[in-house]
C-alpha cells in the first residue's frame, strides 16, 4: 500500500522550475533514499509533501487521501513528520521535556497547551523510551546546548518519532558528521522503517543511503531522474551524470 505519492508535482519561482513534473511514490514500510547534487529541488519537493508549500500543479496524496491543500498541523497529525537538517531544539527545556512536548502536541494539537499542561509523565516515560531507543538514554537531564552535533541530530530523531508518524522525512540527518557518526547514525536510522512506518531518506551521503536503502530515487534540476534498485540507480549513466564534478561520498 502506497504511504504517499507524488503526482505531476510542479513548482516555479520567478519563472524558474526548482520541481517539475515530479512523480513519487513510497510505500508502506519502504526504505526509500531521495539524493541529487546541490539544485537538484530536494528541498522544494519535501515542503510540498510536508504543507509548507503549495505547487502550481499536481498534488500530494497520503494515506490514500489528496492533502494537497492541507496545512501542515493536519498532516501531522494524520501521520506525517520531518526530522530537519538544521535542527533547532527548545535551548530551555531539558531533552526529555523536548521530547515529551512533541509527544504532547501531537495529542493536543496545539504546543503551548502541551507546554502549560501539569499532568505529563506519559509523555515524559515515552520521551525517556524514545531517547533511550536512539541512544541518549543517559542524558535525559541534560540541556540541548550541552550535545555535540551528532547527538542533537539523534535529538530530532527522537522528537520526530514522539509524533508517532507513519512516514517520517528525514532532511540529511548525516550531514556534518564525520565518517564513523555517519555510519551509526545511517545504522539507526535503517531500523526505523517497520511495517507500519516508511522512511524518506533526504541525503548526500550517497555511500550510507546506497548501504541502507534497497531503493533509490534521484532528482536533478528538479525533474525525476532515475528511480529503482539501489545497485541499479548507481550503476546508472544518469546518476553519474548527474554528480558529475561532485564525489560520491
Known amino acids: 500500500m502506497s504511504l504517499l505519492k507524488v503526482e505531476n508535482v510542479t513548482m516555479r519561482f520567478g519563472g524558474v522550475a526548482a520541481v517539475e513534473d515530479v512523480s513519487l511514490s513510497v510505500d508502506q514500510g519502504e526504505m526509500l533514499g531521495f539524493i541529487g547534487p ?17 505547487p502550481q500543479t499536481g498534488r500530494v ?3 490514500g487521501e489528496d492533502v494537497t491543500r492541507w496545512p501542515v ?33 501531537h495529542r493536543m494539537v496545539s ?15 515515552k520521551a525517556g523510551a524514545l531517547l533511550d531507543f536512539v541512544g541518549l538514554g543517559d ?3 541534560m540541556m540541548p546546548t550541552e550535545l555535540p552535533l551528532g547527538d542533537l541530530k539523534r535529538l530530532e530523531v527522537a522528537r520526530a518519532l514522539a509524533l508517532e508518524p507513519v512516514l517520517l522525512l528525514l532532511d540529511e540527518p548525516l550531514a ?17 522503517a517497520g511495517k ?7 541525503e548526500h551521503n550517497v555511500r550510507e543511503v546506497s548501504r541502507i536503502c ?29 554528480y558529475l564534478g561532485e564525489e560520491l561520498a
Open 38 to 54: 546541490n539544485g537538484a529541488g530536494k528541498t522544494t519537493l519535501m515542503r510540498i509533501i510536508t504543507g509548507v508549500l503549495r
Open 61 to 63: 496524496l497520503f494515506r
Open 73 to 105: 498541523d493536519r498532516r501531522i497529525r494524520a501521520g506525517l513528520a520531518l526530522a530537519q537538517q538544521i535542527v533547532k531544539p527548545l535551548a530551555s527545556l531539558s531533552l526529555v521535556d523536548n521530547v515529551a512536548l512533541a509527544a504532547g502536541a
Open 111 to 125: 504546543p503551548l497547551a502541551a507546554l502549560l499542561r501539569t499532568d505529563r509523565e506519559t509523555e515524559r516515560a
Open 139 to 141: 542524558a535525559l537531564s
Open 176 to 192: 556534518g558528521l564525520n565518517q564513523g557518526e555517519a555510519r551509526a547514525m545511517a545504522d539507526l536510522i535503517a531500523t526505523l
Open 196 to 202: 507500519h512506518r516508511g522512511i524518506v531518506l533526504i
Open 214 to 242: 534497497p531503493r533509490i530515487y534521484v532528482q536533478d534540476n528538479g525533474r525525476g531522474l532515475v528511480d529503482g534498485r539501489a545497485d541499479e540507480v548507481l550503476a546508472s549513466p544518469e546518476l553519474r551524470r548527474a
